[in-house]
């Protein structure tokens, strides 16, 4: 936290933790996430003035997607926060960028610069494998954003991805016309508000676990993990279920062809007409049952994967 104005850091915290309470943005999430340390921290010291944010009443919060949020205060000063450009619009003088590859948010107080927040994001682990797997399945990548330029470069670097696959400063709408241009069925990977418009857009939106609640029902499938690593299952998933769906329609066919031959050729007991009814939902069954075998049997495959190639890079 970068401090702009004449407040002490207990007061901008409480002013910061006021203007993000109540957002679902990830960033306001990670704001609120850093005060609440900061203040622990601050408790467990001694200090009296570090939860004074809990004193402060919201009169009206308002957010506009993708850009930053508005909050009245019961005595009367309005706070504001969000991305650079949005509080330039609502009249915030603010200095020029740095050219850093980390997010930023900006609080301003009364339309007055207060405190400027960096955040560092992180990847999670095994996200560059995970997109180097589904690049090799013919899939074209592309990491839509509404972070500054040099953050979502930052993170691109880190996960194996290209300056072109790389779109930055995106509004919630402006995702969503880019992605009906590109070329579709398309998928579209999102965990926050400002991702509901681009997965109704998208052809398959996937929610990843964490994500707002009004997201997930929203997306096509909803993921039992966090980030990108699922998608990869669920696509393996999904080609397997089809490949399997093709191969049913086939046995059914050519089983209902010979029984229909045999039916036309000779009389047939009631009994054996019902073992024959039954044993061809069986067998349909059984190789159904081959997806949840093969589920099962891919993490084991790719935990011994990983084991042995750490053996093998181990010095």
């Known amino acids: 936290m970068h401090s702009a104005a004449n407040l002490t850091e207990p007061e901008l915290l409480a002013l910061a933790s006021v203007a ?184 398959v939106g996937v929610a990843p676990l964490g994500a707002n609640s009004t997201v997930q029902e929203g997306a096509s499938v909803a993921l039992l993990k966090p980030g990108v690593a699922g998608v990869e299952v669920a696509w393996r998933l999904a080609h397997r279920t089809r490949r399997v769906m093709r191969q049913n329609l086939v046995l059914s066919g050519i089983y209902n062809l010979l029984a229909l031959g045999l039916a036309v050729a000779m009389p047939i007991p009631p009994l054996i007409a019902v073992l024959a009814m039954v044993a061809s939902s069986l067998s349909v069954v059984a190789n159904s049952a081959r997806l949840a075998l093969a589920g099962e049997r891919e993490p084991q495959a790719r935990q011994q994967s990983q084991q042995v190639g750490a053996l093998g890079t181990a010095p």
């Not at 926060?81 to 590859?101: H, K, M, N, P």
């Open 20 to 203: 993000a309470r109540g957002s679902e943005h990830p960033l306001a999430r990670a704001v609120r996430r850093y005060v609440q340390d900061v203040q622990d921290i601050q408790d467990a010291r001694g200090a009296q003035d570090a939860g004074a944010g809990g004193e402060l009443e919201i009169v009206q919060a308002e957010e506009v997607g993708g850009r930053g949020r508005r909050v009245s205060l019961g005595d009367g000063r309005e706070l504001l926060l969000g991305s650079r450009a949005w509080l330039a619009e609502q009249g915030v003088a603010t200095e020029q960028a740095a050219d850093s590859g980390e997010s930023e948010v900006l609080l301003a107080c009364d339309g007055a610069l207060s405190a400027r927040f960096t955040l560092g994001e992180t990847a999670l682990l095994g996200t560059a494998e995970t997109l180097a797997e589904l690049r090799r399945h013919g899939l074209a990548l592309a990491l839509i954003s509404g972070d500054r330029a040099p953050a979502v470069r930052r993170l691109a670097d880190a996960v194996g991805m290209k300056a072109e696959e790389c779109y930055a400063g995106r509004s919630p709408e402006a995702k969503a016309k880019l992605l009906a241009a590109m070329p579709q069925p398309s998928l579209y990977v999102g965990d926050g508000l400002n991702d509901v418009v681009g997965l109704a857009t998208a052809s």
